[in-house]
């Protein structure tokens, strides 16, 4: 069973400074993994798609790089800023049948970015 | 509109009630999942339709829970004998066939079990 791990809980930085949010999970055989973002009392915003044969998606100042052995993503978001301040998530989808289409969640990671 | 929405935006009832939630995808979308975030458990799968196809409700927690997707479009997850554990934000999301088939998320319909 597919596990996703995201550490820390919680992190807060001064504004400017870059941001590493890191996503493990335990079962390497992933279709894709996909980052989201998500304000208090909202749905999530998709941030970046990355598919099993890649290494890395960039958008703007985000940056998430794959490591499929390993079972490790890196979401690096660039000279933060207060707007930056939300929940991020990453999900995996498996690669086998089995797994469906669904995405396997982490528990995220609380960010917020101090003026 | 262009992105996923459901209704209602919350939604409070009381322990034994039924309730049904909606969800409408993003036009021309063939997949449709439902997803459950509560504080204790995260975020789980519920069920996912895709076209035709029979859904896989692997992640129904009970048989109180059911969804529908009528002419491949709307889906409503019902909700029959409310207890206080189901209380949780409902979120629904499509994809298209291709793109990656990535997911994109409606705002969620909170529901609070008194």
């Known amino acids: 069973k597919q596990e996703v791990t995201q550490i820390p809980a919680a992190l807060s930085v001064p504004e400017g400074e870059n941001l590493v949010l890191n996503c493990s999970f335990t079962?390497?055989?992933?279709?894709?993994l996909q980052w989201f973002r998500q304000d208090p009392g909202k749905g999530l915003t998709s941030l970046l798609l990355?598919?099993?044969?890649?290494r890395e998606q960039t958008s703007g100042r985000l940056n998430a790089s794959l490591d499929k052995s390993s079972g490790r993503s890196t979401l690096y978001i660039a000279a933060s800023q207060p707007g930056d301040s939300a929940t991020y998530l990453c999900?995996?989808?498996?690669?086998?049948?089995?797994?469906?289409?669904?995405?396997?969640f982490g528990g995220g990671t609380r960010v917020l970015v101090k003026p | 509109g262009a992105g996923v929405s459901q209704s209602p935006s919350n939604k409070v009832t009381e322990k034994g009630k039924d309730v049904e939630l909606r969800c409408d995808p993003i036009?021309?979308?063939?997949?449709l999942y439902w997803y459950r975030q509560s504080l204790g458990q995260g975020l789980e799968f519920l069920i996912y339709?895709?076209?035709?196809?029979?859904?896989?409700k692997s992640g129904l927690p009970s048989d109180r829970f059911s969804a529908e997707r009528t002419g491949g479009s709307v889906s409503t997850l019902t909700i029959q004998r409310t207890q206080q554990e189901d209380s949780a934000v409902y979120l629904c999301?499509?994809?298209?066939?291709?793109?990656?088939?990535?997911?994109?998320f409606g705002p969620g319909t909170r529901l609070t079990v008194l």
């Open positions: 999301a499509s994809s298209a066939v291709g793109l990656a088939n990535e997911q994109f």
């Open positions: 079962d390497s055989a992933i279709y894709n």
């Open positions: 990355i598919q099993s044969s890649q």
């Open positions: 999900a995996v989808r498996g690669m086998i049948k089995a797994a469906g289409n669904k995405l396997t």
């Open positions: 036009s021309g979308h063939t997949a």
């Open positions: 339709f895709q076209g035709n196809s029979a859904p896989d």
